[in-house]
């Protein structure tokens, strides 16, 4: 079993809905990040956060440390979100490595249609 | 602030060829890391650099790949003899931790 598990995979979109990507993971962590990666590679740090909730944009995370559970929303959606969306946790010590022990999930592919 | 260069974007080898890859990270970083992402995966650890020593390498990184940090400045990941399973796309992020990772465009090397 992943130590981070997203869901889903796949997710197909009209322009203007309410997106909801969800992350679950299984270890002890110090933060958990979600990345937004476009067509050809380029990873986009948009939030770090340890607990609660973020804001930044049209763009919500939520983290739940007791049921190890995380949430990033999207609200307005638009077809330039569409995109490659990576849950990814900070657990020193984890099969991550380094000082951070970053461990990614698998992404979530978004396309959101016109 | 310029961002975390790699360089080149793309390279296509054949197998048993050596190739160099190389990463200029965000100047004031003092952490430097290494991914390698297959084709619908998350990015797996490679090997993390904290100035320029290396303090942790995955065991997915073979006697065949090497990386330095020479000076704590820019990074190089060398591959020899490679193999068609070496095909992915090879990401450097740096940070100034606890900052969240700064990430490049990454490498798409391809063995032929």
């Known amino acids: 079993k992943n130590e981070v598990e997203q869901s889903p995979q796949n997710l197909t979109a009209q322009e203007g809905e309410f997106i909801t990507i969800n992350c679950s993971y299984s270890?002890?962590?110090?933060?958990l990040h979600w990345l937004q990666q476009h067509p050809g590679g380029g990873i986009v740090s948009l939030f770090m956060l340890s607990s609660g909730k973020k804001k930044h944009g049209r763009l919500i995370a939520t983290i739940n440390i007791q049921e190890k559970h995380s949430s990033l929303h999207i609200t307005a959606s638009h077809p330039r979100d569409s995109a490659v969306y990576i849950c990814?946790?900070?657990?020193?010590?984890?099969?991550?490595?380094?000082?951070?022990?970053?461990?990614f999930g698998k992404g979530t592919h978004l396309i959101i249609q016109p | 602030d310029t961002g975390v260069s790699q360089n080149p974007r793309h390279k296509i080898t054949k197998r048993g060829q050596n190739v160099t890859f190389r990463c200029d990270p965000i100047s004031e970083h003092n952490r430097l890391y290494w991914y390698r992402q297959t084709l619908g995966q998350g990015p797996e650890f490679l090997t993390y650099f904290q100035n320029e020593a290396q303090l942790e390498k995955s065991r997915l990184l073979s006697d065949r790949f090497s990386a330095e940090r020479p000076k704590g400045s820019f990074s190089t990941l060398e591959i020899q003899r490679t193999e068609q399973g070496d095909s992915a796309m090879y990401l450097c992020?740096?940070?100034?931790?606890?900052?969240?990772?700064?990430f490049g465009n990454g490498t798409r090397l391809t063995v032929t």
């Open positions: 270890v002890g962590i110090s933060a």
């Open positions: 990814a946790v900070s657990s020193p010590g984890g099969s991550g490595g380094g000082a951070d022990g970053l461990t």
């Open positions: 992020a740096s940070s100034l931790s606890p900052s969240p990772l700064h």
